[in-house]
């Protein structure tokens, strides 16, 4: 029933996506989960390729997964224009990180991110991130449909 | 005049007394004087007998001040009127040589005026004393003193501006020693010691502020390389973590999806990937720890060495398990970065809980002594030991003396005891014996 984004995952590592990705559809999450390859594809989704008009319709994701280091733009990139937008400011952002001692991590929280995840992304990491961020009820429902 | 009566010549006493006199009408004119007078004056009777007072001994010309003739007249104006002697002050009058020229005299005056029966002035006799010699060694006394009081103050001027310099000096120097060389010392023109003194400081000043810019300099080279490094260290250890999570992830997608197709061979394999990958995690995050020591910041607090001690032994007893018995001395109290200096304790307690866990009684003892400048803590134990030829490996970062096989680690404790201590401007160095254990000492200045 459910046809819009529901988890954005923005993560130029292939690796990295599909260890994320399977680590999360492993454990029956089956929520729909969109994978983009870099801050500029992230800003296209969400803004739209030319830029400031209306959102495209059913993209607003209801979570997004974001790498910090990207080619092209970077995720603090992507998080600030995000985080200083008044149509997206609310959607919930949580960093992947390869180290808890990241200094980018500061900025993150500076700029506004909800959470953030060390990867490996694990499913139980994934979990306690979005029931922190009072999100626990997506998950819920989607594993009960 | 001839003055005469029984039979004595008045006139040859009058001439030959001893003293200096001369005899003057009421208007001046000289009837009398005495041979000494004469020879005082430098003049000769004959040119001066009758003849005015003051044509004879007029002022000195070349003596703008002098005053000799119209005290001399006021003198005998008053005696002439009130028909009564008087004493002079001492005279300043200058007497004409015969070749024109005056020298400098003084005189005490006294002039006293002879009466007739009508009580008028007939005579007035002018006595006077040279009392040249007599002024003049007053004056040269007087000048003595003077003087003796300039150089009296030149002298305490000298002593007080000498005392200045050496109080410039001394201040300069107090300034070398505090490493400020902006001051110069003021050389005076008097070339003594002091101006020697002063031009060797300055030079000195100059040469060593000169020496300390070049040592700052290779200093902030070296620490602009250092943080290269580190930064460099920083990101290569953050680039090494996404292969080596895909290593490790997709090493467990083997062992959850495919372990069936998989013989024991297999599966041995696949666990020592796993346990490489695991083991090259551990080295990535060591080596992160230390970059990370290397940028951060000393906070310097009072530390309580044996609260410290018993904070890293709580943490051993839940992440190392061990048999080891701990002996710990009285501490001495330091100022050092709490969590870097708890680090050091923890990594070298830790060692020595490690290495003495195959003795068995192994023993670890912690203690602390005081020197000079520094205090020394010294973590002793019974354990494995090293041969003292390698001691120069033992705090290189990845340096190893032991075998995984033997003792598991890293080898970036020890890396990280020599970073943290040399941070605080400390010494490391260990004393050991192959096979009876080591001991490692750290130095920490004191502080004051």
Redesign the interface.
């Known amino acids: 029933m459910n046809s819009e984004t529901e988890i954005l995952l923005v993560e130029d590592?292939m690796?990295?996506a599909e260890?994320t990705i399977?680590a999360l559809r492993?454990n029956n999450l089956v929520n729909k989960l969109v994978h983009l390859k870099d801050g500029a594809e992230a800003l296209d989704f969400i803004f739209g390729k030319d830029g400031k008009d209306a959102l495209p319709a059913g993209r607003t994701p209801k979570v997004i997964l974001l790498d910090l280091?990207m080619p092209k733009v970077d995720g603090i990139e992507v998080l600030r224009r995000i985080k200083s937008d008044e149509r997206t400011k609310t959607i919930p952002v949580v960093v992947l990180t390869?180290?808890k001692?990241?200094p980018d991590i500061k900025t993150c929280y500076a700029l506004g991110v909800n959470s953030y995840i060390v990867?490996?992304v694990e499913f139980e990491q994934f979990i306690k991130a979005v029931s922190d961020l009072g999100l626990y009820w997506m998950i819920l429902n989607q594993r009960s449909s | 005049m001839r003055i005469s009566g029984a039979g004595i010549d008045f006139q040859a006493l009058f001439e030959s007394a001893p003293g200096l006199f001369l005899v003057l009408l009421p208007d001046l004119k000289i009837v009398a004087v005495s041979d000494a007078y004469l020879e005082a004056t430098m003049t000769r009777r004959e040119k001066i007998m009758g003849r005015g007072l003051f044509e004879i001994f007029p002022d000195n010309p070349d003596d703008k001040t002098a005053d000799g003739v119209s005290n001399l007249r006021s003198s005998l104006n008053t005696i002439l009127k009130n028909k009564a002697s008087h004493t002079m002050a001492v005279q300043k009058y200058d007497i004409r040589r015969p070749d024109g020229t005056f020298e400098e005299r003084y005189w005490s005056p006294l002039n006293k005026p002879v009466l007739n029966a009508k009580k008028e002035v007939i005579y007035i006799i002018h006595r006077v004393e040279d009392v040249t010699d007599f002024v003049r060694l007053e004056k040269k006394g007087i000048e003595q003193a003077r003087l003796a009081r300039i150089e009296i103050r030149e002298k305490s001027l000298y002593i007080k501006d000498n005392e200045e310099r050496i109080n410039r000096i001394s201040d300069v120097l107090l300034m070398y020693t505090l490493r400020d060389f902006s001051q110069k010392i003021a050389v005076s023109e008097k070339g003594d010691e002091l101006d020697a003194i002063a031009v060797g400081l300055n030079t000195l000043g100059e040469e060593l502020e000169s020496h300390i810019k070049q040592v700052e300099d290779s200093n902030n080279q070296l620490e602009s390389v250092n943080n290269e490094l580190e930064a460099f260290t920083y990101s290569v250890s953050?680039d090494l973590?996404?292969?080596l999570?895909?290593v490790?992830?997709?090493a467990q997608?083997l062992v959850?999806d495919y372990s069936s197709s998989l013989d024991s061979e297999g599966k041995r394999i696949l666990e020592n990937v796993r346990y490489n990958a695991a083991k090259m995690g551990t080295l990535i995050d060591e080596l992160?720890a230390f970059s990370?020591l290397g940028r951060k910041e000393l906070k310097k607090t009072n530390i309580n060495m044996n609260e410290l001690v018993e904070g890293v032994f709580i943490t051993i007893d839940k992440t190392v398990p061990h048999k080891a018995e701990i002996r710990t001395g009285t501490l001495h109290t330091i100022m050092a970065d709490y969590g870097l200096i708890h680090q050091v304790v923890f990594n070298l307690v830790s060692n020595a809980v490690k290495y003495t866990s195959k003795r068995p009684k192994p023993l670890v003892e912690i203690s602390s002594e005081e020197k000079e400048n520094e205090v020394v803590f010294v973590v002793k134990d019974n354990g494995a030991g090293f041969d003292m030829k390698y001691a120069h490996k033992l705090f290189g970062v990845f340096q190893r003396l032991h075998s995984n096989e033997e003792f598991e680690g890293t080898g970036v404790g020890l890396a990280i005891v020599q970073r943290v201590i040399s941070k605080h401007g400390g010494r490391v160095w260990a004393e050991g014996v192959q096979g009876k254990g080591a001991t490692f000492y750290f130095s920490l200045t004191k502080t004051k």
């Open positions: 590592n690796s990295d260890l399977r492993k280091k390869s180290s001692e990241d990867k490996p | 953050h973590r996404a292969p999570r895909a490790n992830g997709y997608v959850e992160l990370r």
